[in-house]
């Protein structure tokens, strides 16, 4: 049974930092892998889909690396801010239709 | 305008009432999900559909009902609700022919609690 781990529960980081949010993920035979910010009372948006032919996907500041082998995505946030503070879920796709299975997410807190 | 709408964003209840949850959505999706949420665990799905006459229970859907209205309409049901049903609900969209296969929409989540 595919299981998708995120470790820190939570983050507080200086404004400023460059840092790395993990996920890893039991089972290699995913389909694609999603970032997702959810802010509260405002739901989920998607940050970056990693596709399991890929490596990386970047948006602006955001780098989502894929590593299929050994069950493991980072997302590196550069040079952070506080509008970056948010929880921060990453879900696996295990086939083209419907199948995401969910990390319990990373709060990230960006300190002025 | 929000592209997936969740009506009500926020409602309280008592234990053995019938609640329903609206989603609506202007994306012209076919496929609609309701995925719940609870403290320090990822989304759950509970129901999800393809088309208005395709309707499919997902990994938690006891206790829910689900009914597709139309193509932009899906609503989640709780028959007699109880105490662990707290939680916040989220309803999405997806469409592999116009979007990336499996990405999704959210709408901004309806929170229920149940006493």
């Known amino acids: 049974k595919q299981e998708v781990t995120q470790i820190p529960a939570a983050l507080s980081v200086p404004e400023g930092e460059n840092l790395v949010l993990n996920c890893s993920f039991t089972?290699?035979?995913?389909?694609?892998l999603q970032w997702f910010r959810q802010d509260p009372g405002k739901g989920l948006t998607s940050l970056l889909l990693?596709?399991?032919s890929q490596r990386e996907q970047t948006s602006g500041r955001l780098n989502a690396s894929l590593d299929k082998s050994s069950g493991r995505s980072t997302l590196y946030i550069a040079a952070s801010q506080p509008g970056d503070s948010a929880t921060y879920l990453c879900?696996?796709?295990?086939?083209?239709?419907?199948?995401?299975?969910w990390g319990a997410g990373t709060k990230l807190i960006i300190k002025p | 305008d929000a592209d997936v709408t969740q009506t009500p964003r926020n409602r309280i209840t008592k234990t053995g009432k019938r609640i329903m949850l609206e989603c609506s959505q202007t994306?012209?999706?076919?496929?609609m999900y309701w995925y719940r949420q609870d403290p320090g665990l990822g989304l759950r799905l509970i129901y999800y559909?393809?088309?208005?006459?395709?309707?499919n229970k997902g990994e938690i859907s006891d206790g829910y009902s689900v009914s597709r209205q139309a193509q932009a309409k899906f609503s989640l049901s709780l028959e007699s609700a109880i105490p662990n049903q707290t939680a916040l609900y989220f309803c999405?969209?997806?469409?592999?022919?116009?979007?990336?296969?499996?990405?999704?929409?959210f709408g901004e989540g309806s929170r229920l609690t149940v006493l």
């Open positions: 999405a969209t997806s469409d592999p022919r116009t979007g990336l296969p499996g990405e999704l929409f």
């Open positions: 994306k012209g999706h076919d496929r």
């Open positions: 559909s393809f088309d208005v006459k395709d309707i």
């Open positions: 089972d290699s035979a995913i389909y694609n």
């Open positions: 990693i596709q399991s």
């Open positions: 879900a696996v796709n295990l086939d083209s239709n419907y199948q995401l299975i």
